[in-house]
């Protein structure tokens, strides 16, 4: 193939070359002087004013100044404290741990003698529990549940150790299988407070171990223990027979006056 030879072009092509020579004679043809119509002007937009500042400014009103919140003074203790606390329906006075321990114990004993006197002798709140019992505690029932272990093992010729772990086996577990009972049947009482009510009725039961305990005849325990258990039962009848529904009223008191005959069996049993 030679310089002079031509090649031949395909009709498509042929007509866009023609097409690109036709518009470079039309620009000429024009000529240089001519201008493209200019593009109509942009919109003029509002200008943002620049701030220092990097945070966004706010039209909302400024903030009022926040008040000061003065103290409520606290009685000391032993200066009306309880009297205040105890008609807020409180109890104790709140400043209980910088007390001195003897104003602890005196208050403590106050209360267990209260509560003794609600429980175990006859007085007008017997009629409405949650009157005599509003302020319950626990030391009072392990005082007495203690006291009577400690009873029953003084008065045992042997194994008083024994002794002593049986009759606070007893009365721990019994007063805890008790309360279950009563809550299971649907009373309305708390839990600590029923433990509460079944120590103090432990009273009576008590004063008998130590009669029984000084002296040593068999009728007379018998009759001790008799005085004694019907005292304990008279105790806890109204408490244990208003938490629950009176269908179900013997359901709970047969417990609470198995578990004082066992006790009174205890007693006359230690020789």
Known sequence: MS????VPLYQSSQSDIDEIENMMNGGFQSGPGSVLPARPPSPIRPSIPVTSSPFVQSNLPPLAPAQKVTPVPVPPAGS???EGGKAMGFGSPANTLTEPVWETVKRDVGRIGSNL???????PNREDPGKALRDWDLWGPFFFIVFLGLTLSWSASVKKSEVFAVAFALLAAGAVIL???????GGHIIFFQSLSLLGYCLFPLDVGAVICMLKDNVILKMIVVCVTLAWSSWAAYPFMSAAVNPRRKALALYPVFLM???VGF????ID
Do not use: M
Request: hydrophobic fraction near 50%; charge should be neutral; glycine fraction near 8%.
């Open 3 to 6: 310089h002079n030879d031509t």
């Open 80 to 82: 009306g404290g309880s």
């Open 117 to 123: 006197k609600l429980v175990v002798f006859p007085n």
């Open 179 to 185: 309360t279950l009972n009563v809550l299971l049947l």
């Open 260 to 262: 004082y005959v066992s």
């Open 266 to 269: 205890l007693i006359i049993a």
